[in-house]
């Protein structure tokens, strides 16, 4: 069942065109991902989903509501945490919480969100004092306080050390492990390909993909390598294999260069002739691949 569709989505500001038609659905109890660099459109696009932004043209229902003319209705189903969120230096956590319960008509309690969250021993600190990973918790308090259906995190880990955005990755996936269908906005390959059930790909203001991460993956024709050393015989012919490319040799060090799924055919090749190996590493694409196919340049060089 979807609980997200959004249909011909357009936004521009002035001359700029930041949404051209995109279009995707969210399914319900899924993780779903909106990648892509900084400036393609993605938050433009949720903000507009979440009804904090007015559309130019499309169509967009959440939970069946229309975000422009259900707002008030739709506000008291989800939560949201926005790319820039920041409270008060000096306010307290429980202040927050209690503030953001005022918010909605049946909130949650906010005491039962200190403990699930571990913020418990946190309840009189002051925000500014909170570590990354303290406030990144916070947030994610504040975004469930409302009781919600469906939650919105933008860039969430964006700031973190990586051991901090590691634990948060475990607070999201215990999100989704609630019952809350969750839209994760980020630009992190790594991030996305770890939490998201399906990924829809946004470059200059379009959608060029909708997949799970590994059907991304798995859908490009990028060349990628086999690498191995040769414990004992000779070498076979792999040229011809399936999706082989090319084969190089240094001494005992072999590459094997393919697409697709040419790996399974050379291991099947080496074993019918009981050819041993040892070091064997299969170069993983990445989503980073993914989006060089799908748009033609890195993500890297879009930042």
């Given at each position: 069942?979807?609980?997200?569709?959004?249909?011909?989505?357009?936004?521009?500001?002035?001359?700029?065109?930041?949404?051209?038609?995109?279009?995707?659905?969210?399914?319900?109890?899924?993780?779903?991902?909106?990648?892509?660099?900084?400036?393609?459109?993605?938050?433009?696009?949720?903000?507009?989903?979440?009804?904090?932004?007015?559309?130019?043209?499309?169509?967009?229902?959440?939970?069946?509501?229309?975000?422009?003319?259900?707002?008030?209705?739709?506000?008291?189903?989800?939560?949201?945490?926005?790319?820039?969120?920041?409270?008060?230096?000096?306010?307290?956590?429980?202040?927050?919480?209690?503030?953001?319960?005022?918010?909605?008509?049946?909130?949650?309690?906010?005491?039962?969100?200190?403990?699930?969250?571990?913020?418990?021993?946190?309840?009189?600190?002051?925000?500014?004092?909170?570590?990354?990973?303290?406030?990144?918790?916070?947030?994610?308090?504040?975004?469930?306080?409302?009781?919600?259906?469906?939650?919105?995190?933008?860039?969430?880990?964006?700031?973190?050390?990586?051991q901090a955005r590691r634990t948060t990755w475990?607070?999201?996936?215990?999100?989704?492990?609630?019952?809350?269908?969750?839209?994760?906005?980020?630009?992190?390959?790594?991030?996305?390909?770890?939490?998201?059930?399906?990924?829809?790909?946004?470059?200059?203001?379009?959608?060029?993909?909708?997949?799970?991460?590994?059907?991304?993956?798995?859908?490009?024709?990028?060349?990628?390598?086999?690498?191995?050393?040769?414990?004992?015989?000779?070498?076979?012919?792999?040229?011809?294999?399936?999706?082989?490319?090319?084969?190089?040799?240094?001494?005992?060090?072999?590459?094997?260069?393919?697409?697709?799924?040419?790996?399974?055919?050379?291991?099947?090749?080496?074993?019918?002739?009981?050819?041993?190996?040892?070091?064997?590493?299969?170069?993983?694409?990445?989503?980073?691949?993914?989006?060089?196919?799908?748009?033609?340049?890195?993500?890297?060089?879009?930042?």
């Amino acid at each position: 069942m979807a609980v997200i569709e959004v249909t011909g989505l357009r936004k521009r500001y002035a001359d700029l065109t930041v949404l051209d038609g995109v279009s995707f659905s969210v399914e319900e109890g899924e993780i779903f991902g909106i990648l892509g660099p900084n400036g393609t459109g993605k938050t433009t696009a949720v903000e507009c989903v979440e009804g904090l932004r007015r559309p130019d043209g499309g169509s967009i229902r959440v939970l069946g509501l229309d975000p422009v003319k259900d707002g008030r209705e739709l506000r008291e189903q989800i939560g949201v945490q926005l790319q820039h969120t920041q409270l008060p230096e000096n306010i307290k956590v429980w202040e927050a919480l209690d503030l953001y319960a005022s918010f909605y008509a049946k909130p949650r309690d906010w005491r039962e969100l200190l403990e699930e969250w571990g913020l418990a021993g946190k309840r009189d600190a002051r925000f500014g004092k909170l570590s990354g990973g303290q406030k990144q918790r916070l947030f994610i308090a504040l975004a469930l306080v409302g009781d919600p259906r469906v939650a919105f995190l933008d860039e969430l880990t964006t700031g973190l050390d990586p051991q901090a955005r590691r634990t948060t990755w475990e607070l999201i996936k215990r999100v989704r492990a609630s019952g809350v269908t969750v839209v994760l906005v980020s630009h992190f390959m790594d991030e996305v390909e770890e939490l998201c059930d399906r990924v829809a790909v946004f470059d200059r203001g379009r959608v060029v993909a909708i997949d799970t991460p590994a059907g991304l993956i798995d859908g490009i024709d990028a060349e990628h390598h086999m690498r191995f050393t040769l414990m004992s015989g000779d070498l076979v012919e792999l040229g011809e294999l399936p999706g082989v490319t090319g084969v190089s040799r240094d001494g005992n060090r072999v590459v094997v260069r393919g697409r697709g799924d040419f790996a399974t055919a050379v291991t099947a090749q080496l074993a019918r002739h009981h050819i041993l190996v040892s070091d064997l590493r299969i170069d993983k694409r990445t989503l980073d691949d993914a989006f060089v196919a799908l748009t033609g340049r890195s993500f890297d060089s879009t930042h």
